[in-house]
């Protein structure tokens, strides 16, 4: 049997000290991490980029099929994403967790495990942050500290007419991830006897549970000396992002759907869900791939790269905002967006 | 009748907009603040200074006595507190707040204007954050950015044998508080009709709903050109905390029970209580009232402040951490700190 040590066996700064004993700082810019009243760090002639992002049980995430390994490592991808949304790099992160006794020791050192992890893999020291107990539930918060030069900031509001509007990666996976999930937690629960099959979901399955951020695409830009004139990440969807960008920088845009890059498999997921798959790659959230605009001289680099798809350009604002269909119709986008404070979710409609 | 306006009505995104479109910046540091994926500061050649601390509804706050104003307040002082700790002083935060359809946004916009009220008193900006829901209760956490000069840091670690132990204001007072209003609300639930009666309390009343961060004290110590050898906010009590400066710092000390300072109502409220006004003021939280120690060369200048207490001395660490009687007896401090995993609250045994 497992091991399980209550938190209350451990209280707060037992746990603190259980949980950030292993803790390397590698960053020159961190200076003091945690074990005082504050960290410390020096950002020299740099800008700072800061950057907060909260995922809740119950409403961000179920833990019927998410990993607590997962969903640590997933938690600091989407603050990670923000600060490659801006051009700039992630150096540190402080962590809040509020968790109800429910879970143990062991289950809050497995969901770290996963922050470790993400930390790892993209150069962040872990600095600070704040363990406390729910009522009931899980919550975890994300500060997020990055740096970036000043004349490299890449803001939403840059986007000018004639941009070419650039997407990273393919879109759509994630949603059609969480909807396999949804619906293999379904079949569980009217059939406990049931074994979800997962195979050939993988893909889509990887891109809700284990997203990536694009630190390599913001490293190939800088290298290639590619400066966006505007970028966000995809958390809520292109439908929603894209108004961000139009609205930010008061222009319109053409986004034309058969640019857009859906995987075979978030398609096919899509059809077995009576899900138009423009539909669900549109409006489906959690693919934190980076959505840029560029200058028209830059898109003979820019073609190079096959993890970018040029899928169409910024217009005057007057234009609106619009997708252009095969047969050359033109849709005013609109954001389906996600309320989470709705009851019923209506991503898909 | 108050109007109630639900959070699905607004979503996310509009509440985000009716919750910051007051806010104005006024630091030369923040460059860009809420409004894209992250916000830019510009912190120079002075170092950044970074904190994080939740507050969560049930666990640090009870909603039936706090005023949702006075929470937003204090959770900011919590975090300003942690940067004043440090010899720095508190620039930016972050606001992440998780809550339940219980809350009405114009409940959430109460929680805001003592958020707005305290950055205001401070002189901190807005820069970013994250709210969303939460399936029960009301979580907020809080990020705080702050700056120092290098030269001016002061750690935790830096106690040196016969260092004068110094604090600031008085203690126990935010503990005495508790006590009070957790003594009416018991009140109230056996008897609904029962009118509370908190004259003769305002003082630990306000130092429960209302603390202040020593930033007077910070200024005051920048400008007499005395640096601290080491510091630490009052949160979870005088024990705890001289335990942690002591054990950074490799030392041990003597605290002088005569010399605790602790208010009349402080000291009549615990009486009234049946709890010893030493032990409520040496292990009650809350205070953020500053512990630091000094070189003896700085004695002449410390004693001129009223508002500073010298409470005791370092020692070599062979001596242990005593608290010392008027009868010159040596009683070993021990934390009594805070388990808020446990379900039974002990702080007073």
Redesign the interface.
């Known amino acids: 049997m497992e091991k399980r040590t209550?938190?209350?066996e451990?209280?707060?700064?037992g746990?603190i000290e259980r949980l950030t004993s292993k803790i390397k700082l590698n960053n020159p810019s961190t200076?003091?991490g945690v074990?005082?009243?504050?960290?410390?760090?020096?950002?020299?002639?740099k800008?700072?980029?800061?950057?907060?992002?909260?995922l809740?049980?119950?409403?961000?995430f179920d833990l019927t099929y998410t990993p607590l390994k997962h969903l640590g490592y997933k938690c600091c991808i989407v603050n990670f994403s923000?600060?490659f949304?801006?051009n700039?790099f992630p150096k540190?992160i402080?962590?809040?967790i509020?968790a109800s006794?429910r879970f143990s020791v062991e289950a809050i050192e497995e969901l770290y495990s996963g922050i470790y992890l993400a930390c790892q893999e993209y150069g962040v020291d872990i600095?600070?942050?704040?363990t406390?107990?729910?009522?009931?539930?899980l919550?975890i918060?994300i500060?997020?500290?990055?740096e970036?030069e000043?004349d490299k900031?890449v803001?939403?509001?840059g986007a000018k007419q004639h941009n070419l509007i650039c997407l990273s990666g393919d879109i759509g996976a994630a949603y059609a991830g969480l909807l396999v999930l949804e619906r293999e937690k379904a079949t569980f629960k009217a059939n406990p006897n049931f074994q979800p099959d997962f195979s050939s979901y993988e893909y889509v399955l990887e891109r809700q549970l284990k997203p990536k951020a694009q630190k390599e695409i913001i490293s190939w830009l800088n290298k290639n000396n590619i400066l966006p004139t505007s970028?966000?990440?995809l958390s809520d969807g292109l439908a929603s992002e894209i108004l961000h960008i139009c609205r930010?920088s008061d222009v319109g845009c053409e986004i034309y759907l058969e640019k857009l890059p859906i995987d075979y498999q978030t398609n096919r997921t899509f059809e077995e869900m009576k899900i138009n798959p423009d539909v669900g790659a549109l409006n489906g959230g959690e693919d934190y791939e980076l959505l840029f605009t560029i200058d028209q001289k830059d898109y003979e680099k820019i073609k190079e790269n096959k993890d970018i798809s040029i899928i169409g350009h910024i217009t005057d604002k007057t234009m609106g905002e619009n997708l252009i269909t095969p047969q050359n119709t033109a849709i005013t986008i609109r954001a389906q967006?996600?309320?989470?404070?709705?009851?019923e979710e209506n991503k898909d409609e």
């Open positions: 209550e938190l209350e451990l209280g707060e700064f746990l200076i003091l074990g005082d009243d504050a960290a410390l760090l020096n950002y020299k002639d800008l700072v980029v800061v950057s907060t992002d909260a809740v049980e119950g409403i961000h923000d600060i949304a801006m700039a540190q402080t962590i809040t509020s006794n600095i600070g942050g704040d406390t107990s729910s009522t009931s539930g919550f918060s500060s997020v500290i990055g970036v000043s900031v803001k939403r509001s970028m966000i990440d930010k967006g996600w309320n989470h404070y709705k009851k």
